[in-house]
């Protein structure tokens, strides 16, 4: 009997969450790609297998730390059980009328960074930069994949096309300068000016790294696509400003090595991807939701 | 090996070690690891990352695949030491950009390690032990509580609230009933009440103590005890109000009690309450008093509680007292070093933390320093006299007895 109920507890958990990963993971390996710059497939496919890796060592990562929270004060069931428990409870109180509040939250404190403004404009400056590039990469990356793939959307795919050139080319380019501007400023912070209150050690350091690792790379890829003229690249290349301005130190040359830097590229972005969960950059996750469980806590006590 | 075991962390502590994303700005501003100490460790960047390494090595994902690490009893020893040597003032609250609740993750950290076998300090036991045979912490026995109040002039009644109803219940506290040099705080606060007409008595030798140090110091059991008899005292009296003059009774009774049982009167402090019966005008003050005070902000009033605006807004009223603030003050105001069980197990950290507090006052030009908590007047009196500083310790309430109409 205990046997079975543990089963099915964790049945309850697991079912759902491979769903949801084996789900995911098929729509990223059935998507067609047809406008993804690169000329040889077997680029892609390799890219494709270790995004569809990472993307699930980030989901099962990220569990594993739920559930890690769940071995908490007041346990009476299994963890996975706990966690449901609170999935329910989340969703619940989102549906009666607390999502305004948690997305405001989300927004001030979580986004926007409101005390830190307060403490460090500086900080607040660079941290803004960092985060909410990286949001906003992803939001951008989300679009982009949606209408390209999904939608088919022709103004993203034609070369003259609107949402080609202010999202796909402008847009991203913007962003990912955004991130670059930031992570330069905590560098160099951590580096030189080393201000008292840093500390840092090696997964600190890591993590900075791999982000300008990626972003840096972004730009040098672009560049190189710009430079050699590689089909996508080669008309109103002034949108991507950053790419361009790579490129004009770029030998044209470059374009051969393009499609190898666009698999490093794009494999580094996926093992980030993978990262977070064992990383401080977990702070992404976790503070938010720290944020409005305490809030809601607070809200609760006053009720009562 | 030795296995840590969680089970007695908060699931929201578990979710704020991750949540802390290690940019530092608590390790400035801690009294202790920051200022008194400059060890990385005591502070509260330190604190999380050690801990948060310990439960890793056994409950992270490598535990999981590779088995856990052990984990050296020095390591332990230190971790405990360390988070012993908090006061829990809360500056690192204040300035967290996470929002960390951090007082909650200190106190739930000591839970942790009293759990875990690592707490309290040893120096805390004979208080311990005091609190548990004598429901006080200073080994005063039961029957000598209400003795403070025999020094009142004779025109003042103070009923014994389990035998007459009155609106007001007085919760004295350990430190007001007990330390001699304290016994003034309780003398002028029921003076006050008295003079504003106020219906107010106390629970007499019936009063336990509020159990506040044992909730900072981890032992939540006790301290469960202890709120379970106040409870059950506080429906026998069955006031409107309970007032305290202590700011650790103050947090204890408000934010502790309600998660151990229903506290149904309203819960103020002192300076609340004159706050109300200055506006009221129920208690006028009167006399003048030429001088330049400087307010200390208790931690439990002030990041603890918010009450910020009461005890500066009670000076005001008093005639030609000019307010000076210290350069830290209000959320951002420095700790006095006694809170936490700081004064007990390490004093003379508590005294370093103290030294820089009345640096601040000196400097701010005050003649007087004013506070409203029994501990951070002592602390901070204590750290006065030993340096020859010119600075008058006061408590708030004796300034309000002095300037109040006769």
């Known amino acids: ?304 | 090996m030795k296995k840590l075991d969680i089970s007695k962390l908060d699931v929201l502590s578990l979710i704020r070690y991750d949540a802390c994303t290690r940019c530092g700005e608590c390790t400035v501003t801690c009294p202790t690891g920051g200022e008194a100490q400059e060890d990385e460790l005591v502070t509260p960047r330190g604190k999380i990352l050690r801990l948060r390494e310990l439960h890793r090595a056994q409950y992270g994902l490598k535990a999981k695949l590779f088995g856990p690490k052990e984990i050296p009893q020095d390591q332990l020893t230190e971790l405990s030491r360390r988070a012993y040597e908090c006061t829990i003032c809360g500056q690192c609250k204040t300035v967290c950009p996470a929002h960390l609740d951090t007082i909650e993750m200190w106190e739930n950290m000591r839970e942790f390690l009293v759990h875990n076998g690592l707490g309290p300090m040893p120096e805390h036991d004979q208080l311990i032990k005091s609190i548990e045979n004598y429901d006080n912490p200073w080994m005063q026995p039961r029957t000598q509580r209400s003795r403070w109040a025999r020094r009142l002039e004779n025109d003042i009644k103070v009923k014994d609230a389990l035998k007459e109803k009155c609106e007001v219940l007085y919760f004295v506290g350990c430190t007001a009933a007990y330390d001699p040099n304290i016994k003034e705080m309780a003398l002028n606060t029921a003076r006050i009440l008295s003079k504003a007409k106020v219906d107010f008595g106390t629970l007499g030798n019936e009063e336990g103590c509020c159990g506040s140090t044992l909730l900072r110091t981890g032992l939540i059991d006790n301290a469960r005890k202890m709120a379970e008899k106040n409870i059950e005292m506080f429906e026998r009296a069955a006031p409107s109000i309970i007032v305290t003059s202590c700011a650790g009774c103050y947090k204890t009774i408000r934010q502790d009690y309600p998660k151990m049982g229903k506290v149904q009167p309203k819960v103020m402090h002192i300076t609340e309450m004159v706050n109300e019966l200055l506006d009221s005008g129920k208690l006028v003050l009167d006399k003048r008093m030429e001088q330049k005070v400087t307010f200390h902000d208790p931690c439990h009033l002030g990041r603890h509680n918010g009450l910020y605006d009461e005890p500066r807004r009670i000076l005001r009223h008093v005639p030609g007292l000019e307010l000076v603030e210290m350069e830290r003050n209000r959320s951002e105001s420095r700790c006095c070093g006694a809170g936490g069980g700081v004064k007990t197990a390490f004093p003379d950290l508590a005294q370093k933390i103290s030294d820089i507090r009345i640096d601040d006052a000196e400097k701010s030009g005050a003649d007087m320093l004013t506070t409203s908590c029994p501990f951070c007047y002592q602390s901070l009196k204590t750290t006065i006299e030993a340096r020859g500083s010119k600075l008058k310790m006061t408590d708030l309430m004796e300034l309000v007895a002095s300037a109040c109409k006769d």
Request: hydrophobic share 55%.
């Open chain 1, 1 to 304: 009997m205990a046997t079975d109920r543990y089963l099915s507890e964790r049945a309850t958990l697991y079912v759902p969450f491979f769903s949801f990963i084996a789900l995911l993971c098929a729509v990223i390996l059935l998507l067609p790609y047809e406008t993804v710059y690169i000329r040889d497939r077997t680029y892609l496919s390799l890219f494709l297998v270790v995004i569809v890796l990472s993307v699930a060592v980030f989901f099962l990562g990220t569990l594993y730390n739920f559930l890690m929270w769940m071995r908490g004060k007041g346990l009476t069931t299994t963890p996975e059980r706990r966690l449901i428990g609170f999935a329910k409870l989340a969703i619940i109180s989102l549906a009666h009328g607390r999502l305004l509040r948690a997305t405001r939250t989300l927004l001030k404190d979580a986004l926007y960074l409101s005390k830190l403004k307060e403490r460090s404009v500086s900080r607040w400056f660079m941290h803004l930069m960092i985060l909410g590039g990286f949001i906003l990469m992803f939001i951008l990356d989300l679009i982009v994949t949606f209408s390209l793939d999904i939608l088919r959307y022709q103004p993203m795919i034609d070369e003259t096309g609107w949402a080609k050139l202010w999202l796909r080319d402008f847009g991203f380019d913007l962003v990912g300068l955004m991130m670059l501007i930031g992570l330069i400023m905590a560098a160099i912070r951590r580096s030189i000016l080393k201000p008292k209150i840093v500390r840092t050690e090696l997964p600190d350091a890591a993590s900075i790294l791999f982000l300008l690792a990626v972003v840096l790379g972004g730009f040098i890829l672009e560049g190189m696509g710009i430079a050699g003229g590689i089909p996508g690249h080669d008309q109103n290349v002034e949108y991507s400003f950053v790419g361009y301005a790579f490129s004009l130190v770029m030998p044209a040359s470059s374009g051969d090595w393009y499609d190898a830097a666009w698999l490093v590229h794009g494999v580094m972005s996926a093992l980030l991807i993978a990262y977070i969960p064992f990383s401080k950059l977990f702070h992404m996750i976790a503070t938010p939701i720290a944020i409005e469980l305490e809030r809601l806590m607070t809200d609760k006590e006053g009720s009562a």
